[in-house]
């Protein structure tokens, strides 16, 4: 329990590093709280649930750097999702494309929508019956 109080800590204290560095760049302070208030909640909506696999959706650029995030905390991702299925079964970045089908049916599965097609994303989640899933900001 205390490797994932620290891993959250590390997270959190990384996420205000960034808020604070963008803030002093000159950024919007609203927009920048914004989007890390987002991006806090989601860490905390993951250390809820420290057993259950976590899915990244999309291998793109934004996927990809969801997934390193997450790396550096104790979550791990499973594997990245893409509805793409010329993508099943490559590697990206040393974790396995799946389908939707293979990730929702994991034991309590975590999806982060990582990609810029977040709003079909999750209606067709929600079409699915799927209402636990996080949005990257």
Excluded: C
């Excluded at 996420?15 to 000159?26: C, E, I, K, N, S």
């Excluded at 990244?56 to 499973?78: D, N």
């Amino acid at each position: 329990a205390r490797r994932k109080v620290e891993g959250l800590e590390h997270g959190l204290d990384r996420l205000v590093g960034r808020l604070l560095d963008r803030a002093h760049a000159g950024e919007p302070l609203v927009e920048v709280l914004a989007q890390h208030l987002g991006e806090g909640v989601a860490v905390h909506r993951l250390a809820q649930r420290p057993d259950a696999p976590v899915f990244v959706w999309g291998t793109g650029s934004k996927g990809r750097a969801v997934a390193a995030e997450l790396s550096a905390l104790p979550r791990r991702p499973t594997a990245f999702v893409d509805s793409a299925n010329e993508r099943w079964g490559q590697l990206v970045d040393g974790l396995r494309v799946v389908p939707v089908d293979e990730a929702l049916s994991a034991q309590a599965p975590v999806i982060v929508i990582a990609s810029m097609y977040s709003d079909e994303i999750a209606r067709g989640l929600r079409e699915r019956g799927v209402e636990d899933y996080l949005v990257a900001p």
